[in-house]
């Protein structure tokens, strides 16, 4: 990173007016009704250091659903829950070149193709452990709690909304169970990934998830341990090529990070070892992903040199 961390704070204000409302290019995302009621305005970016640093700007307290952002972090956990060899028997890891919510599996193995698509993040749900809905949702949320730092909880009507007009991932869950890549009860695991998706977080959330992610999954703000830092390297390689659905090629060419955008108009992106990126504003381009978001990170990688390549070029530490 060729600047100073100082100059980050100066950075993200002048860059935070400079970007352009995405109107005739965004909308936000309107097959959860629920989600069609955010207020399109609201944009914020937060940065967080592997060494607790903090800077924002904008509605960086503005609550919202974490939606497909969750993908990673029950990845990790799945991870955690059944190790690498047996989630891969389940859940592929190549990307698709096709839509977050295609009805799709691999022709040969029949897996999903990734955690990061539909298909393949209701598939990892379905393997988190737990005696019962109760027991599995609460481990969830103890895991983002880790992530995060807080408590948190569910926008009920986010996920009342999800529930009813989930159909299509109804579609991908019964193909799943037609090919023994999830198991019955299909609606316990469609709930807890309705669920999951319906989180509620602030951009400073997303960014201190992210940040634990670069810190080897050790929360910088609490020091406590999110994720066995042995699951790292598969979470951030996932993200790095499936994280931006059918826009990873260009994402990795272009700004160069691991990340993972959401429906919520989120986007978290991960500098290894420095700090966690979290951007958020609701309107979405036709891929699914934050207009404002992909800009943000694209301005941030471009003047500090954060693209992976250009980190081992410099041989960089952290600050």
């Known amino acids: 990173m060729k600047n100073h961390p100082a100059d980050l704070q100066a950075f993200l204000e002048a860059l935070h007016p400079a970007v352009p409302p995405p109107w005739g290019i965004g909308k936000v995302a309107s097959y959860i009704p629920e989600l069609a009621k955010v207020n399109p305005d609201l944009f914020s970016i937060c940065l967080v250091t592997v060494d607790g640093q903090v800077f924002e700007v904008g509605d960086f307290q503005q609550l919202f659903t974490i939606q497909s952002i969750s993908k990673v972090f029950v990845h990790g956990l799945a991870l955690e829950d059944h190790g690498r060899d047996y ?14 919510n295609a009805i799709i599996l691999d022709e ?31 481990r969830l949320l103890s895991m983002f709690r880790r992530y995060i730092g807080h408590d948190v909880y569910l926008d009920g009507a986010v996920f009342v909304s999800e529930r009813t007009s989930g159909h299509r991932n109804r579609a991908m869950a019964h193909l799943m169970l037609n090919f023994g ?12 990934y309705f669920q999951q998706c319906s989180v509620m977080v602030t951009c400073r959330d997303l960014a201190v998830m992210a940040a634990t992610l670069a810190n080897h999954g050790v929360n910088p703000l609490t020091g406590e341990r999110a994720i066995a830092g ?44 420095l700090m966690g990126i979290g951007v958020f504003s609701p309107p979405l381009d036709q891929r699914g992903n934050s207009v404002r978001g992909v800009k943000v990170c694209q301005a941030l990688s471009q003047e500090f040199e954060l693209n992976l390549f250009d980190l081992l070029r410099q041989q960089l530490h952290p600050f």
Not at 87 to 100: H, N
Not at 125 to 137: V, W, Y
Not at 250 to 261: N, T, V
């Open 87 to 100: 989630l891969l028997t389940k859940v592929g890891v190549e990307p698709t070149g096709d839509a977050f």
């Open 108 to 138: 040969h193995s029949k897996r999903p193709y990734n955690p990061m698509v539909n298909a393949g993040a209701i598939a990892t749900t379905s393997l988190i452990q737990g005696q019962g809905p109760a027991e599995r949702l609460n």
């Open 181 to 192: 890549m999830i198991d019955e009860p299909i609606e316990e695991s469609l709930d807890l």
């Open 230 to 273: 042995q699951y790292i390297k598969d979470i951030l390689s996932v993200m790095y090529t499936c994280g931006m659905y059918n826009f990873a090629g260009e994402w990795a060419y272009q700004i160069g990070l691991p990340a993972k955008s959401g429906v919520c108009g989120g986007i978290i992106a991960i500098v290894p070892n």
